[in-house]
C-alpha cells in the first residue's frame, strides 16, 4: 500500500475523486470504487493508505480500481503547488505552463488563452475553473495529462492539432457559451468527454484525431457532432487518423444515468478505422448517420432518433466477444426511416425490440454465411429488402418444403415463427409474393409443435400455399391406391389398376367395370380413394384460387 491525499472531490455530483501520490502524479477514480469501501467523501487533504491497479473492466474505463484502502491523517507528502479560487492574467499563466513544478489551478477564473506552437514538459490540471475568454491550445505538446474537468469555457475552445502524452480529461465541461469545440487533428492516448459535459450552440468537432484508446461522449449538445476521418477534402492530411473504441452514452456504473446522451441535431460519423468497438446507448438525437465505419462490432442500444437512422458502407470484422452478432440495433425508436445500406458484416445483425415508424431499407449488404438477421419484435411500415432473395442465404429446401429463409438466426420456433409472420406482412406490401408463400408456411410449420399437424398440413396440403405440395401428394396417393387394387384383384394389369385409382380419386368413373361385385373390397377401396381425392382436389382448387385473385 502506497500514500496518497485527495485533491478534489467532485463539488457538483460526486461522480469522482481525484488524488496524488508523493511524485506529484495525478489519479482518477469512479464514486463507486469509494463506496464499495464505505467511504462515501473525501475532504480535499485528505491523506490515506491504498492498494490500487489501473481500472480496465470497461472500454471506457479510466483510472484506477482500488483494491483496499486505510484513511489515515498522520500521513505526509509533498505538497502539490495548488491555486485557488484567483483570477489569472495570461502572463501569469504563460510562466507557470513553462515552470518545471506541476501546477493546479482550482476554481480560477482565466482571461484569453492563446497559445501556439509550445512544448509543456508536464501535465496541465485545472480543475472546476472558468475560462471568461477564448480557450486554444493549437499546435502544442504536451508531456503528460491535460486535465478539465468541471471546468466552464465561456468561448471557443480548440486543441487543434495539439499533441497530448496521456489522456484528455474533460469530465462535466460546460461548453454552453458563444463558441463551439473543436479537437481536429488531436493527439491523445485518451479522450474523456462524458459524464454530463454540456455542448453550445456551434458544432462539436472531433475530427481527424488520433486516439489509440478510446473517445467517450455523454452529455448534451445543442448542435451537431461530427466524428470525420476528413474534414476538408480538399487538404493533404499530416498523419492518418484514426481511433481505438468509441463510446457513446455508456454507463460507467449500470444503476444511474450519468451519461446518458442527447444531440439537438445530427450525430454524424463517417470514415472513421476503429481497431476496437463502436458502442452508442441512451442516446437521443434528431439524426444518425454512420458511414465507411470499420471496426470489430457495433452496438446500438436504446437509441431514440427523431428523424433517420442511416448506416452506409460499413464493415465490421468479427463478432462482439462472446457473441455472434455483429451489429445490434435493439431497444430503439426511429421516427422516420431506417437505411442499412452496402455493407459488410462478419457475423449477425440484430433488430430486435427496435420500432421505425415509416420505411426499413436494407439494400445490397453482405452478411457473412455465419450471421443473419434477428427481427424478433422488430416493427415497421414497410420493410424493403434488395435483392430478396437474400434472405434464403444457405438455406435448403426440398421435395415437400420451399428453401428456407436461412438469414433469420433464431433458434426457438415460436421466436422464428413470429419473424416468418412480420416477413409475410412485408414481402405482401413489396409484391413479393412467391416468397410471401415460402414466409406463410414456415410461419405455420414454427407455431405448430407437433409432428403429425405439421406433416398433415404442412407437408402433405403445403398449409394451402404449395400447390407442388398437394400435387405431389395426389400422384403418390394414386399410385399406392394402384398397387392396393393388385393385391386385391390379381387379374387386373398395371395399367388397369392405375385407371381404376386415377377415376377413383377424382370420382368420375367411365367404361364396364365386368366381374367386380360392388359389395366387396374393392368397392370398399375406391370409396376411400374417392373420399380422399374430393378432399385434395377441393384443397387444391382452393390453393390455385387463392393465388388467382392475388
Not at 474534414?231 to 456504473?253: A, F, H, N, T, W
Not at 426499413?360 to 424478433?376: P, R, V
Amino acid at each position: 500500500m502506497k500514500n496518497y491525499q485527495c485533491l478534489y472531490f467532485d463539488q457538483k455530483n460526486h461522480r469522482f475523486c481525484l488524488f496524488t501520490d508523493d511524485a506529484q502524479k495525478i489519479y482518477f477514480t469512479y464514486w463507486h470504487e469509494l463506496k464499495r469501501h464505505g467511504i462515501r467523501y473525501l475532504n480535499g487533504n485528505t491523506t490515506f493508505l491504498a492498494d490500487i491497479e489501473k481500472r480496465e473492466d470497461l472500454p471506457h474505463s479510466r483510472g484506477v480500481h482500488i483494491r483496499e484502502i486505510n484513511l489515515d491523517s498522520n500521513i505526509e507528502l509533498t505538497p502539490c503547488v495548488v491555486i485557488k479560487n484567483r483570477n489569472i492574467s495570461y502572463q501569469d499563466f504563460y510562466e507557470s505552463i513553462l515552470s518545471e513544478k506541476t501546477i493546479i489551478f482550482m476554481g480560477c477564473i482565466f482571461e484569453d488563452i492563446e497559445i501556439d506552437k509550445v512544448v509543456i514538459p508536464k501535465s496541465l490540471c485545472f480543475i472546476d475553473c472558468c475560462f471568461e475568454g477564448n480557450f486554444r491550445l493549437i499546435s502544442c505538446k504536451l508531456y503528460g495529462d491535460l486535465w478539465l474537468p468541471n471546468c466552464t469555457f465561456n468561448q471557443h475552445f480548440s486543441l487543434k492539432s495539439t499533441q497530448v502524452n496521456g489522456d484528455v480529461h474533460l469530465e462535466n465541461a460546460d461548453f454552453s457559451g458563444l463558441g463551439g469545440a473543436s479537437f481536429r487533428g488531436i493527439e491523445a492516448e485518451n479522450l474523456y468527454l462524458d459524464l454530463g459535459v454540456k455542448g453550445g450552440d456551434d458544432l462539436f468537432w472531433l475530427n481527424e484525431m488520433v486516439i489509440p484508446g478510446v473517445v467517450s461522449i455523454g452529455g448534451e449538445f445543442k448542435n451537431e457532432v461530427q466524428i470525420l476521418y476528413q474534414q476538408d477534402r480538399d487538404e493533404i492530411l499530416d498523419k492518418k487518423p484514426s481511433i481505438g473504441s468509441i463510446i457513446v452514452g455508456k454507463e460507467l456504473y449500470e444503476y444511474e444515468k450519468a451519461n446518458r446522451t442527447t444531440i439537438q441535431s445530427m450525430f454524424k460519423i463517417e470514415d472513421i478505422r476503429l481497431s476496437g468497438e463502436l458502442v452508442i446507448e441512451h442516446l437521443i438525437s434528431d439524426e444518425l448517420n454512420m458511414s465507411g465505419i470499420c471496426s470489430k462490432s457495433i452496438e446500438l442500444n436504446h437509441l431514440s432518433i427523431t428523424n433517420d437512422l442511416a448506416i452506409y458502407d460499413c464493415r465490421t470484422s468479427s463478432s462482439k466477444p462472446g457473441s455472434d452478432t455483429a451489429v445490434s440495433l435493439i431497444h430503439s425508436s426511429v421516427g422516420r426511416h431506417l437505411r442499412v445500406d452496402r455493407n459488410d458484416f462478419q457475423g449477425k445483425f440484430d433488430l430486435s425490440g427496435t420500432a421505425v415508424s415509416e420505411v426499413t431499407y436494407f439494400e445490397d449488404n453482405k452478411l457473412s454465411d455465419s450471421g443473419g438477421l434477428n427481427l424478433h419484435r422488430f416493427t415497421t411500415a414497410k420493410f424493403l429488402l434488395h435483392p430478396v432473395e437474400s434472405l434464403y442465404g444457405n438455406g435448403r429446401g426440398g421435395i415437400f418444403k420451399p428453401r428456407s429463409f436461412a438469414t433469420l438466426s433464431e433458434k426457438d420456433p415460436r421466436l422464428l415463427g413470429d419473424q416468418y409472420c412480420a416477413l409475410k406482412h412485408w414481402l405482401a406490401d413489396a409484391g413479393k409474393l412467391e416468397m410471401e408463400d415460402v414466409a406463410f408456411f414456415y410461419m405455420r410449420q414454427c407455431y405448430h409443435p407437433r409432428k403429425l399437424s405439421r406433416f398433415l398440413l404442412g407437408g402433405i396440403f403445403g398449409w394451402g400455399v404449395r400447390l407442388s405440395n398437394i400435387a405431389i401428394s395426389s400422384i403418390l396417393l394414386i399410385a399406392l391406391f394402384a398397387v392396393g387394387y393388385l393385391f386385391i384383384e390379381p387379374k387386373a394389369t398395371i395399367l388397369t389398376a392405375f385407371a381404376l385409382s386415377i377415376q377413383s380419386f377424382i370420382s368420375s368413373f367411365f367404361g364396364t367395370w365386368t366381374g367386380y361385385d360392388p359389395d366387396g373390397m374393392i368397392a370398399n377401396v375406391v370409396t376411400l380413394e374417392s373420399f380422399i381425392g374430393v378432399l385434395f382436389i377441393t384443397v387444391f382448387i382452393g390453393a390455385y384460387i387463392r393465388k388467382l385473385l392475388r
